[in-house]
C-alpha cells in the first residue's frame, strides 16, 4: 500500500459545475513532503469508475458513507483575531455600525498571546467547516498592525493571505504609515507565509 495515494469512498460528491455521483470516489496522491504541494487530483467519479483506476489498487481507501464530498471551500475576507468574541446576536432597532465597531474595539485583543489564541480557534473551527484557505483581515489593535495572526496562519496547515491591516488617517496619518513601514520591515527577509497589506489611509485631505 503506498500511502501517498488516498481513495476517498463517499455516499456522494459534487462540485462547483453541477457534477455529481453517489456513491462516488475521490482518488489523490499526495505530495513528499505533504505540505510541500496540494495533493494532486488523480481520478473522481462514480466509486466503481475511481477503483478501476490503476493508482487506486495501492491506495489508502478511507471509507465515509455518510458523507458529501466536496471541493474545499475558501473564506476570501476573514477576521481571524476576532474568534474570541463570539456570534452576537443583532438587534436592527438598537445596533448601529458604530456601537458594533465600538463593542469590536472593545473586545479585541491586543496582547500577542491572546491574539494568537483567538486566530488559532478561528483556524481549528474554519478546517472543520472544511475551508481551506483564507484571506485573513490581520486586526489593528489600537490602530496599529499586528504580526501575530500572520505568524500563527504561517505556522498551521490553513493556507491563505495573510493581509496587515493599518490606518493612516487625519492626524494619525504619519503615525500610521511610520507604523506600517515598522511591520513591512519585520515581514522582509521573514520565511514563509504569503503576507500583505490591508490598508485605511487617507488620500487626499
Known sequence: MNHRLIRFDA??????TGFTASPG????ELAEPPRAALPTLLAAGP???VRRHPASRDALAISRPASLLIPGLVNAHAHLDLTHIGPRPHDATADTFVAWIDMIRSRR???DQQIAAS????????????????????GAPGGRPSLAPWRTLRESPLLGVSFIEFFSIGRGREQGLAAAN???GDLAGAPGGRPSLAPWRT???
Open 11 to 16: 455516499f456522494a460528491i459534487a462540485d462547483g
Open 25 to 28: 470516489s475521490v482518488l489523490v
Open 47 to 49: 466509486t466503481d469508475d
Open 109 to 111: 485583543c491586543r496582547d
Open 119 to 138: 486566530v488559532r480557534r478561528g483556524i481549528d473551527l474554519s478546517l472543520a467547516g472544511g475551508t481551506v484557505a483564507v484571506g485573513d483581515i490581520a
Open 182 to 184: 515598522v511591520a513591512v
Open 203 to 205: 488620500l487626499s485631505e
